[in-house]
């Protein structure tokens, strides 16, 4: 089974967010990331805003910009 988390739900946003460099900012693409809509903070329930957190506060690995 794959532990990974779907591409584009909250919790891999967050930690591409946090693996980037990119503010806390709470958002998830149902349909993947990049394709089709974005479901912003205002429109996520408590539990997507607290997987979104859960991704970027254990993101370990961090990109270096050389």
Do not use: C
């Not at 967010?17 to 205002?42: N, S």
């Amino acid at each position: 089974m794959n532990s990974f988390p779907k591409h584009g739900s909250p919790m891999d946003r967050g930690s591409a967010d946090a693996y980037y460099w990119r503010t806390a900012k709470p958002h998830y693409w149902p349909q993947g990331t990049y394709k089709g809509y974005p479901v912003l903070e205002e429109d996520m329930t408590p539990e997507q805003i607290a997987d979104y957190y859960e991704g970027y506060d254990n993101q370990i690995d961090r990109k270096e910009w050389d």
